[in-house]
T-cell receptor
């Protein structure tokens, strides 16, 4: 089954404690991206990757890091989380030439 | 910069037709996509327009005018289950989303 898998689905953490949200896709997609969703603000892009070892900033990259060492994985790293990073996070992927983005189920992060 | 504008809320009755507009400004454009998101769920793909014109998929249609930087999603024969948020998204090298339109379908 074609899917994007992200973990954890839910996480409560404290300010400053480093965390990683993993994302993996099994569709051999070149393009992967991370979004955060906050009420009334839609989906805002954090980082995206066009292929292995190629990453670019989206609209809200501050406080986040990513890496793309393998085609299937695109982890999101919060080195020192802060309460303003409390949000719902989505990982997504697509084939470069197509317009359909496949989303993971989301990771709800709370930073206290 | 890039921006997408869509109405924040739309209300319609069951069986009706509703159109959700999207205007965009972008430096690179390959196409316009539409996504549906129910509360608590992930966005799911509805349609993609790379060329001008109308694309029809069942009760849903999507239109694009590249010269006007404008598109819309048309939902026909509305059902209660269509109550959700709808997002337009511009495909450039990346994929940017509008703030979403919350559609409420009333009996």
């Amino acid at each position: 089954e074609a899917q994007v898998t992200q973990n954890p689905r839910y996480l409560i953490t404290v300010t400053g404690k480093k965390l990683t949200v993993t994302c993996s896709q099994n569709m051999n997609h070149e393009y992967m991206s991370w979004y955060r969703q906050d009420p009334g603000l839609g989906l805002r892009q954090i980082y995206y990757s066009m292929n292995v070892e190629v990453t670019d900033k989206g609209d809200v990259p501050e406080g986040y890091k990513v890496s793309r060492k393998e085609k299937r994985n695109f982890p999101l790293i919060l080195e020192s989380p802060s309460p303003n990073q409390t949000s719902l996070y989505f990982c997504a992927s697509r084939a470069t030439t197509l317009g359909e983005l496949f989303f993971g189920e989301g990771s709800r992060l709370t930073v206290l | 910069g890039q921006s997408l504008e869509q109405p924040s809320e739309v209300t319609a009755v069951e069986g009706a037709i509703v159109q959700i507009n999207c205007t965009y400004q972008t430096s690179g454009f390959y196409g316009l996509s539409w996504y549906q998101q129910h509360d608590g769920g992930a966005p799911t793909f509805l349609s993609y327009n790379a060329l001008d014109g109308l694309e029809e998929t069942g009760r849903f249609s999507s239109f694009l005018s590249r010269s006007d930087s404008y598109g819309y999603l048309l939902l026909q024969e509305l059902q209660m289950k269509d109550s959700a948020s709808y997002f337009c998204a511009v495909k450039g090298n990346d994929m940017r989303f509008g703030a979403g339109t919350r559609l409420t379908v009333k009996p």
